[in-house]
């Protein structure tokens, strides 16, 4: 139905896609899989008329195709939900679902709203999801908008005559087990009237969904196989060119911490979020916080790099106590925080690799009461080589970077502020399993030169395979603390028990 012919693409002389050639065949999941920086996003941005190949070709139904942009593709019945999402929240779902189609509703320059409310109403329909179209967007879940993505996607029904391919860039990575099953169970009912990309690195939910699965390599298709006669091992091991190791953690190097307490809560509360929270970390400590969604461990988290001012009980920083009121007030106490949204919160995507490295201490690259510009670069070039950074070079933009080495650069700045204490929140959300690997190194790493952290993480296994303490957290109070040393963890049904 669709195919991609000896496509090339290249950034800045760097070649991103080389001679990519799929098939997408009616009525069939197609997965995508690859290390970060692969090649998968260029290819399904290509696909979505966001970019233009440098050279080869697409055919649609046998007919050559040339997408000018996104318009174009859903001309074609080609439609993509975004991994970040596209959604504007102030707006309600049925505007979000015709955003850019409002014509079809308007006559005399006024919109007929309850015509394309119905016509939401419709489109949700198509998927089983029943949703309150008149609702602000911002008032629904992650897994909602996830919902209403897909039905945005299946208007390209009403201009199209043919069958539609729609393009599943990340769909998964923040949704809950049972928010998995839902879309799985709605993609697998559309099968019938549309094929679908699906880009995942949760190689077991990619083989669970889809018919065939395509691997890409530094910027080429490896591999194709069936999914019925590949396993997640054999997969992991053709994107990243090893086996996946029962040392994935690298427990191996996990050591005892040292004996200063570097951070202390005693009776820690935020109103609303937790209460009466105590626990010490030692230098060299990783510390993990596992719960649910409204446990309070994100909120924890934030009160820690002082996103979110304490209400009640004392923090001590080293053994003196401090009061955060602001994120600046724990930078100057050492302690940096690793966001969950890298891209939204932890870098400024349109700076260099060497302006968001230098942003934390911009005292490190000034002379003279201005930037020494080359002393910043040097400064990001030996981060890039330190930390093996796929770029070009540091005056790379960060939005042109591959999620694993955006996070690198995250993390460089927060050493290169002098950071003793470092809260990770969810480090690895959507890396593949190589850039999870190297990223786990890299905390190691953290851990022998002192540094203290505090985990918080997307699974139970991570949160256990790199923890020395564990500490479990539900209703905005601590259940449990397990210790978790290198050869004695603790298992899952343990933690989840406290949980829940």
Same mark, same amino acid.
């Given at each position: 139905m669709l195919s991609v012919n000896a496509i090339s693409k290249s950034f800045l002389g760097v070649k991103a896609l080389k001679d990519v050639s799929i098939e997408i065949r009616p009525n069939e999941v197609i997965g995508l899989i690859g290390e970060n920086g692969a090649g998968k996003s260029t290819l399904m941005r290509t696909l979505a008329g966001t970019l233009r190949p440098d050279s080869g070709t697409l055919t649609l139904d046998g007919e050559p195709l040339r997408l000018r942009g996104t318009r174009d593709a859903a001309l074609h019945g080609i439609g993509m939900v975004?991994?970040?999402q596209s959604l504007l929240l102030n707006m309600s779902v049925a505007e979000n679902i015709y955003l850019g189609q409002e014509d079809r509703f308007t006559r005399f320059g006024i919109v007929n709203w309850r015509a394309m409310r119905a016509a939401a109403r419709r489109q949700l329909a198509k998927i089983g999801v029943d949703i309150d179209v008149t609702t602000r967007t911002a008032e629904l879940s992650f897994a909602a908008r996830q919902m209403v993505e897909l039905a945005k996607a299946l208007t390209l029904e009403e201009s199209v005559s043919r069958q539609l391919v729609i393009l599943l860039d990340e769909p998964t990575s923040v949704l809950t087990a049972a928010d998995i099953e839902v @879309?799985?169970?709605r993609v697998r009912a559309?099968? =019938?009237? $549309? =094929?679908? #990309?699906? #880009? =995942?690195?949760?190689?077991?939910?990619v083989l669970r969904i889809s018919d065939r699965v395509y691997t890409m390599k530094d910027g080429e298709v490896v591999a194709e196989h069936r999914a019925s006669d590949v396993t997640a091992p054999q997969l992991h091991e053709i994107m990243v060119g090893r086996g996946l190791q029962t040392e994935y953690y690298k427990e191996p190097r996990q050591k005892p911490p040292r004996p200063d307490v570097v951070l202390e809560a005693n009776g820690l509360g935020v109103k609303g979020a937790f209460h009466n929270l105590d626990f010490? !970390?030692?230098?060299?400590?990783? @510390?993990? !916080?596992?719960g649910v969604v409204g446990s309070g461990r994100e909120e924890l988290s934030r009160t820690l790099g002082g996103f979110m001012p304490q209400s009640e009980g004392v923090l001590k920083v080293r053994g003196e106590e401090v009061r955060f009121t602001s994120p600046e007030q724990a930078v100057k106490k050492s302690i940096g925080y690793i966001p969950r949204e890298r891209r939204y919160e932890g870098l400024v995507m349109f700076l260099s690799i060497a302006e968001n490295i230098s942003l934390a201490d911009l005292s490190s690259v000034m002379r003279g009461g201005a930037i020494d510009y080359g002393k910043e670069r040097r400064l990001a $070039?030996?981060? !890039?080589?330190?930390?093996? !950074?796929k770029?070009?070079?540091p005056d790379v933009a960060c939005r042109k970077l591959s999620g694993g080495n955006q996070q690198k650069v #995250? @993390?460089?700045?927060w050493m290169t502020a002098g950071s003793r204490i470092l809260i990770l929140d969810h480090p690895t959300r959507g890396l593949d399993v190589g850039a999870k690997e190297e990223v786990y190194e890299l905390v190691r790493d953290l851990c022998d030169q002192g540094i203290a952290i505090v985990l918080l993480s997307d699974t139970l296994e991570e949160t256990i395979g790199l923890s020395h303490r564990v500490l479990v957290m539900r209703d905005g109070a601590v259940t449990a603390h397990f210790d978790a040393a290198a050869g004695s963890k603790p298992d899952q049904v343990d933690l989840v028990r406290e949980m829940v």
């Open positions: 975004f991994q970040e @879309l799985f169970d559309l099968k =019938s009237r $549309a =094929s679908f #990309v699906f #880009v =995942s690195h949760r190689l077991d939910e010490k !970390i030692h230098a060299g400590e990783i @510390l993990g !916080i596992a $070039a030996e981060w !890039i080589r330190k930390l093996k !950074i770029a070009p070079g #995250v @993390l460089a700045r």
